[in-house]
């Protein structure tokens, strides 16, 4: 028997016996540029073995190879690969599931993504892909019928999306995609950075990759910027990794010491901001001021019960209200009345933050796209933190009721 999530986040990729004898309890910081050993067949030898192998700290170091080890785990993946940011891990997730032979000639043709996207990846599909001729074309992939419609038409080789997706909260059937990806022999790539692996673990379900901000929950603390992927198949990962190394995505040591930390208390901190998070979906729902409560827990929610049955009956830290008002005048002014959730671009921290996504997440998507998507100007996104339930209700209803004045 394995063990479970919560042993796993503790120890996996710690506790690693030293020379000398003795096994420091909690990871050191392995700040070092560069590595030697005592002859040169000997680093000839750690630089053939790639992988984990401590040569140049561009290639990773002991620190980064350790989350690595952890990330890997708890995904359920065959390897893993830790990023000086999730935009990072992204890109090299693309560029590794494009390559399927791993000949390193990452040529992705045609990648289907889907419509509701976190702004800064359309950005990056935008510059970094459609603009060297990769193909990159959109659907609603809650929308199976239409996905697959999508893919017989196009033939894409990459599929890209969200297991929870940002601030809509639309949830996707993963086993469902991962089905209709691999029949035409493509790779879905899933960024799971709002589902945690708490919620679940997108690998066991089909998907070949699998994509985190560790900005966000993996972190939580709000204090470090990083990023990782993790892979279904090591042909995947080395091949990532390989990518990173030319592109030098790689995480700071001190970075993966603090993500490495944070982690730890992942599944605590998640199972409390879920059910806090539940609470204030079903209290906010009521007031006077809001006219729609957008969050998977809830039984109006249109992919509620896929939600109920992919996640193991939790919903995720993240809510966002649509305002009865719906103005950004009116966002604006519940943003600057709220006094313990904090006005701070980010999600999955231990505090609770407020964004309006017109001027963070969806800065990048024009005005008339965000109507589309159903991001109007009186939306809302708040990341429930750890903070008291009934704290955090209290500072909700005094900023809207303020702002209704
Ligand atoms: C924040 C975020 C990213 C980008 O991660 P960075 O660490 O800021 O580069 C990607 N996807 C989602 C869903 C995010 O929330």
Redesign the pocket.
Known sequence: MPHALNTRLVHTGEHQPTAQGYTPTALPVHASATFYYPDLDALTGAFERGGDAVTYARHGNPSTHALETLIADVEGGRGAVVTG??????HLALLAAGTPRGNLEPAPRHILVSNDL?G??HKQLKVFFAAQGVRVSTCDMTDLAATRQAIEAGEPDVLLC?AIS?PLLKVVDLAALAELAHAVDARLVV?A??ATPVLCQPLALGVDLV?H????YFSGHGDA???ALAARATLLSDTARRYGILLGTVLSPFEAKLIMRGMKTLALRVREQCATALTLAHALGAHPQVAEVVYPGLPGHPQHALAARQFGGLFGGILAVRLRADTRAAAAAVMSRLRIVLPAT??GDVYSLVTYPPVS?HRDVSPAERAAQGISEGLLRFSIGIEDAADLLADLTQALDGAAC
């Open positions: 940011s999730g935009m990072a891990a992204l976190y800064t990846t969200e940002n960024d950075t709002m994509v901000s560790a900005t966000k910027l990083g990023g980010s999600l997440s």
